[in-house]
């Protein structure tokens, strides 16, 4: 039967039942070679191998912390339910309020990690909550039930915009289409400029000497790889055509992100919800419990998330993330800035790209730009020799560009692989400015030198270089 619990729950009940001794340390070790083998997760693994079911679960539920059990089929749809407690917030935690009465709200529960919701309930519905275990499957009919027709509303009025545009655009979804339940949030993505899903990694527009660099961090037994870049740079892209090149049903991947932007086949995602406590660095601490080979963490906002996936880095998992910086050198000033020790960012770290999002200059009406002026050239780094000969073009605008000037987009990168004269640097306490120039004895190229070659190429015009890579 199919069975996607969020990780915490599902190592929830794998932890209970061997404390019950209904799976042996033997019988886990199985599991956990199978699960690799099959591309399914523990506790599937665990009902294909007939280990377990879903009645001996709620017997052992019930028993081990005294809730009763309750049969959700008997119980018919409340609509005041969902105006307590939102369908959103019953969905991401797969629990039920199913009958409430003098200020009791009776919830249904498959595993004992929802008992750490009690107070949040209570603060939120304003009333006294009593649990009540009941199987996994029923809770998903009923929250199914719950939901009624509203995801079919929803598409409707998605259709019926993408209608208008006169133009097929397929759906960004977050979804978990399980038998407990649904989750469904869409936003209209133009795959026509770019499809995360699709996208490897040689497709992204690295230079050969860059991806070579990039595949070996990423196919490493471990280490940490950070992408850095603004809202809208592409990070979620790279990261997922990683995910996408490494990914094999034998490989334990687990990721934490808020939100899940895309659906990943055989991996293990995670809607972080700061607002009830579960925050990066909880989930993290989960994913260490269940042995992954492969953990991406949306993003590193604090020194607890960083401490932990620097740790787990140098423990034999390979660490994906995101920081909020300007390029990759200051990377580095950032995560010392965090508190993080210079030891740890140098055993760890293993390689930064820095990204950037630009549009492309149209091919069909692209023109000799007479406002870059080898005086504004040399402004942003050229040198007078390379200013007074180049040739910079933008878009004029026409039919095939929607008059825009712009046709298509592409990727401005760099990638700073963290060496051991890097690594010694870090450990040397080093400023920025003298690990850039480090770095670029050993071939680092900056994204505005890359942004020079695509200028010179004509696929950037010197408006949008100013856009995404003005240093003011």
């Known amino acids: 039967m199919p069975i996607q619990l969020d990780t915490t729950s599902e190592q929830n009940i794998l932890n209970m039942l061997m404390d019950q001794s209904v799976i042996s340390t033997e019988q886990m070790t199985k599991i956990k070679a199978m699960s690799k083998e099959i591309g399914k997760s523990r506790l599937e693994t665990a009902f294909e191998l007939n280990l377990t079911d879903e009645k001996k679960?709620?017997?052992?539920?019930?028993?081990?912390?005294?809730?009763?059990?309750?049969?959700?089929?008997?119980?018919?749809?409340?609509?005041?339910?969902?105006?307590?407690?939102?369908?959103?917030?019953?969905?991401?935690?797969?629990?039920?309020?199913?009958?409430?009465?003098?200020?009791?709200?009776?919830?249904?529960?498959?595993?004992?990690?929802?008992?750490?919701?009690?107070?949040?309930?209570?603060?939120?519905?304003?009333?006294?909550?009593?649990?009540?275990?009941a199987t996994i499957?029923?809770?998903?009919?009923?929250?199914?039930?719950?939901?009624?027709?509203?995801?079919?509303?929803?598409?409707?009025?998605?259709?019926?915009?993408?209608?208008?545009?006169?133009?097929?655009?397929?759906?960004?979804?977050e979804s978990d289409v399980i038998n407990f339940g649904d989750k469904v949030i869409g936003e209209a993505i133009d795959m026509e400029a770019s499809d995360i899903r699709d996208k490897e990694l040689n497709e992204l527009g690295f230079e050969a000497h860059d991806l070579k660099k990039l595949i070996k961090a990423v196919t490493s037994p471990q280490g940490m790889v950070l992408v850095t870049g603004p809202t809208g740079s592409g990070k979620t892209t790279t990261l997922y055509s990683i995910?996408?090149?490494?990914?094999?049903?034998?490989?334990?991947?687990?990721?934490?992100?808020?939100?899940?932007?895309y659906e990943l086949e055989g991996i293990g995602q995670v809607h972080v919800r700061e607002d009830i406590g579960y925050t990066f660095a909880s989930a993290l601490r989960s994913f260490l419990r269940q042995d992954p080979e492969v953990i991406l963490v949306g993003e590193i906002r604090?020194?607890?998330?960083?401490?932990?996936?620097?740790?787990?880095?140098?423990?034999?998992?390979?660490?994906?993330s995101t920081i909020h910086t300007n390029d990759a050198p200051s990377t580095i000033t950032r995560l010392q800035n965090m508190g993080t020790p210079n030891y740890l960012i140098s055993a760890a770290l293993s390689l930064i790209m820095a990204q950037r999002l630009a549009r492309k200059t149209c091919s069909e009406c692209k023109i000799i730009d007479e406002n870059a002026t080898p005086k504004l050239l040399n402004s942003i780094g050229f040198l007078p020799e390379q200013s007074a000969r180049a040739k910079i073009y933008k878009g004029k605008g026409c039919d095939h560009c929607n008059k825009s000037g712009y046709k298509g987009r592409m990727g401005v990168y760099e990638i700073l692989e963290v060496t051991k004269e890097l690594k010694q640097g870090i450990l040397s306490n080093l400023g920025q400015n003298e690990l850039e120039a480090l770095a670029k004895k050993g071939g680092f190229k900056t994204m505005h030198s890359m942004g020079h070659d695509l200028l010179l190429s004509g696929d950037l015009s010197f408006a949008e270089y100013e856009r995404i890579l003005s240093r003011g």
């Open 243 to 261: 995910l996408k090149h490494i990914n094999k049903p034998s490989m334990n991947i687990l990721t934490a992100e808020d939100p899940v932007e």
């Open 137 to 173: 499957s029923d809770i998903g009919d009923f929250i199914t039930r719950m939901s009624g027709g509203e995801d079919k509303l929803r598409q409707g009025q998605k259709l019926e915009q993408v209608k208008k545009k006169e133009k097929i655009v397929p759906i960004e979804v």
């Open 302 to 320: 604090d020194k607890d998330t960083v401490d932990i996936a620097l740790k787990a880095a140098l423990t034999g998992h390979l660490v994906f």
């Open 57 to 133: 679960i709620i017997e052992i539920l019930s028993k081990a912390y005294s809730l009763d059990t309750v049969d959700l089929k008997k119980y018919k749809i409340n609509d005041k339910l969902k105006k307590i407690v939102p369908l959103d917030y019953i969905r991401n935690n797969t629990l039920v309020p199913f009958e409430m009465a003098n200020g009791i709200l009776k919830i249904a529960i498959p595993d004992a990690s929802k008992l750490s919701l009690m107070k949040n309930l209570k603060t939120m519905t304003k009333m006294d909550p009593e649990l009540y275990a």
